[in-house]
């Protein structure tokens, strides 16, 4: 190894021992980094790991229930002012509204944090294949840092100016993965699909913007990408929640059974929230939001989203502009 390389090593901590933890404790390793991944299962307290390991990078791939938690945790601990934290989780804050990153920068002010989030299936990064993902922050330098440290010849890391846009395309493509879900387990085809995921992404965008972000972002890896991943893999556990929901099965039965974390069934929640608050048109999330509630079966969810009123596709088109 270089001696510029070497210098580039950095000793990063992982906090959630989960499926998205335990795969970017991976990549970080293959780089030569020192990598402690913890959970809270285990016996080291937090504390103690992170006072012993003496992180330059903390990432946290810990699910939203638990973020605000843990930040408050690690916000009593004697760290060097340097500490870069990262957020991978995908979620937001019930009540408060709060993205993950929101939460870690107002528990560390003058830390900078980075977000981290792209088409990224865990089970298809532990088996090696290839991905690429968007590390995101205001401060340019802990991004660069943070994409030496998981570069690879299998992970490609870009950087990105725009945490917000980055972290809420992560966030809101779960519930479109929802619809794409019940899409698929009602088999209703490939046009339909096309049809939800372009759609769901028009939704995407105008929540994006009313919070903060920028369009374009929204059309990268961060956004389009991820939707596209997670909308047509059954690895996704959002996917798999509206699949298995078009299957009859309850969304208690299938909360009992899921490998993990759906984000995506309280991101709906906090998302109905917000655009109540805001007037956002946001119809699609407001099916999956009934579908989850009860409050409509799968087959009428689809009735109310194709026989809403007639429109044209584009709000604000500039029409005299093109013609
Ligand atoms: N699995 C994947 O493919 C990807 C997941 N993500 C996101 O990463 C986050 C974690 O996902 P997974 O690892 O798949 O979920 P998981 O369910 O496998 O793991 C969640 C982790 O969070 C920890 N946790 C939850 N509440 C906690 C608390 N109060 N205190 C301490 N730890 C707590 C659990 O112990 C566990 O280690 C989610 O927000 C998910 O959307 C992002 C990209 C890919
Ligand atoms: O975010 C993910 C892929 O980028 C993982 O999706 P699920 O949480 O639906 O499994």
């Not at 003496?54 to 009593?76: E, F, H």
């Not at 099965?249 to 299938?254: A, C, S, W, Y």
């Not at 906090?270 to 999956?288: D, N, S």
Request: with cysteine; hydrophobic share 40%.
């Amino acid at each position: 190894m270089t001696n510029s390389k070497i210098q580039n090593l950095k000793s990063v901590v992982i906090l959630g021992g989960g499926a998205w933890g335990k795969a970017l404790a991976k990549l970080a390793a293959i780089n030569g980094n020192q990598v402690h991944l913890w959970s809270r299962s285990d016996c080291q307290p937090l504390e103690k790991v992170l006072e012993d390991k003496n992180a330059q990078v903390i990432l946290s791939a810990i699910s939203m229930k638990g973020v605000r938690d843990v930040a408050s945790r690690v916000q009593g601990l004697p760290l060097s002012p340097q500490t870069i934290f990262v957020t991978a989780t995908k979620g937001l804050e019930p009540h408060t509204t709060y993205t993950p990153s929101q939460i870690w920068q107002a528990a560390f002010p003058d830390h900078p944090v980075v977000v981290l989030s792209g088409p990224n299936l865990s089970q298809e990064i532990a088996q090696e294949l290839p991905a690429a993902t968007v590390v995101a922050s205001k401060n340019t330098n802990a991004a660069q840092t943070v994409q030496i440290v998981f570069s690879s010849s299998r992970f490609r890391v870009y950087t990105n100016p725009d945490p917000v846009g980055v972290e809420l395309g992560g966030t809101l493509k779960n519930v479109i993965a929802i619809a794409a879900g019940v899409c698929d387990g009602l088999h209703l085809g490939t046009n339909a699909k096309a049809a939800l995921v372009t759609r769901g992404l028009t939704e995407m965008v105008r929540i994006g913007q009313s919070l903060g972000a920028k369009t374009e972002t929204f059309y990268g890896l961060s956004g389009l990408g991820d939707l596209l991943a997670t909308c047509n893999s059954p690895l996704s556990r959002n996917y798999q929640v509206g699949y298995q929901l078009a299957n009859g099965k309850t969304l208690q039965g299938v909360m009992a059974n899921l490998p993990g974390t759906a984000e995506g069934v309280n991101t709906c929640r906090v998302l109905m929230e917000i655009a109540q608050q805001q007037g956002i048109a946001i119809p699609i999330t407001e099916q999956v939001y009934q579908l989850l509630e009860g409050e409509v079966t799968p087959r009428l969810a689809l009735d109310k989203l194709m026989l809403r009123d007639i429109k044209p596709e584009f709000d604000n088109f500039p029409t005299e502009q093109i013609w």
